[in-house]
């Protein structure tokens, strides 16, 4: 049963790491201090053309949205194709929300089922393999998005969206001016290292459970 075991914690544990990215990407795309912190970073609010305040209220409009109230646009500043696109990301913010409940849910099922199999036993290896399960594909499109964030950045949205509405116009579309590439990819860069840091401590939580005591 050892081998049953030792695989059923590692995708366990896979599934909540991968549980664990979706829900730093969740808060971190539903927080309008984010935005403006990294709007400011980038030049803005005068890029865009827009006073401060006028940028800090589209901000808590679109972190609404995104976390769920549909009604959060209503009045903002935006062309019905940008409205269009945000209604697919609404959708696929909803999407990644009920992903990761059945991921959670999945996670629990295969770790509690492992673990009694292993009698408690094997959960730092069962980390350790379902970290790096999840890392290696993260790492490689890091490298991508680190050579060539551009190319990147358009093959995440055609895999995304079925539509080209995401493809907007800097000359008309306030949106991309609010929130252009160079946003994004200090964005990436931000969920990156949260989610680094809370997937992170679940192994070296293990480690210090199992080897603390030698030290007590």
Same mark, same amino acid.
């Given at each position: 049963?050892?081998?049953?075991?030792?695989a059923?914690?590692?995708?366990?544990f896979?599934?909540?790491?991968?549980?664990?990215l979706?829900t730093v990407?969740?808060?971190a795309?539903?927080?309008?201090?984010l935005?403006?912190e990294?709007?400011?970073?980038n030049?803005?609010?005068?890029?865009?053309?827009?006073a @401060?305040?006028?940028? +800090? %209220?589209?901000d808590?409009q679109l972190?609404?949205y =995104?976390?769920?109230?549909?009604? !959060? #646009?209503? *009045?903002?500043?935006f062309?019905?194709?940008e409205?269009l696109?945000?209604?697919?990301?609404?959708?696929?913010?909803?999407?990644l929300?009920a992903v990761r409940?059945? @991921?959670?849910?999945? +996670? %629990?099922?295969?770790?509690?089922?492992?673990?009694? =199999?292993?009698?408690?036993?094997? !959960? #730092?290896? *069962?980390?350790l393999?379902?970290?790096?399960?999840?890392?290696l594909?993260?790492?490689a499109?890091?490298i991508?998005?680190?050579?060539?964030?551009?190319?990147?950045?358009d093959?995440f949205?055609? %895999?995304l969206f079925?539509?080209?509405?995401?493809? =907007?116009?800097?000359?008309?579309?306030? #949106?991309?001016?609010?929130l252009?590439e160079?946003?994004f990819?200090?964005?990436a860069?931000?969920?990156?290292?949260?989610?680094g840091l809370?997937?992170?401590?679940?192994?070296l939580?293990l480690?210090g459970?199992?080897?603390?005591?030698?030290f007590?």
């Amino acid at each position: 049963m050892r081998p049953l075991s030792r695989a059923l914690t590692a995708v366990g544990f896979f599934l909540l790491f991968a549980a664990l990215l979706m829900t730093v990407v969740e808060t971190a795309g539903t927080s309008a201090d984010l935005y403006r912190e990294l709007q400011l970073e980038n030049g803005l609010p005068d890029a865009a053309g827009l006073a @401060l305040e006028e940028m +800090a %209220a589209i901000d808590e409009q679109l972190a609404g949205y =995104l976390s769920g109230d549909a009604s !959060a #646009l209503d *009045g903002a500043p935006f062309n019905d194709t940008e409205k269009l696109h945000m209604a697919d990301v609404f959708h696929l913010f909803g999407l990644l929300r009920a992903v990761r409940n059945i @991921l959670l849910g999945a +996670a %629990a099922a295969l770790l509690l089922a492992g673990l009694l =199999l292993a009698r408690g036993r094997g !959960a #730092l290896f *069962g980390s350790l393999v379902g970290l790096l399960l999840l890392a290696l594909p993260l790492i490689a499109l890091g490298i991508w998005a680190a050579i060539d964030f551009t190319s990147a950045f358009d093959a995440f949205h055609r %895999a995304l969206f079925s539509n080209d509405l995401w493809q =907007l116009n800097p000359g008309t579309d306030l #949106l991309i001016r609010m929130l252009p590439e160079r946003f994004f990819s200090d964005f990436a860069a931000v969920v990156a290292v949260r989610a680094g840091l809370f997937i992170g401590a679940v192994p070296l939580a293990l480690f210090g459970a199992r080897f603390g005591r030698r030290f007590a």
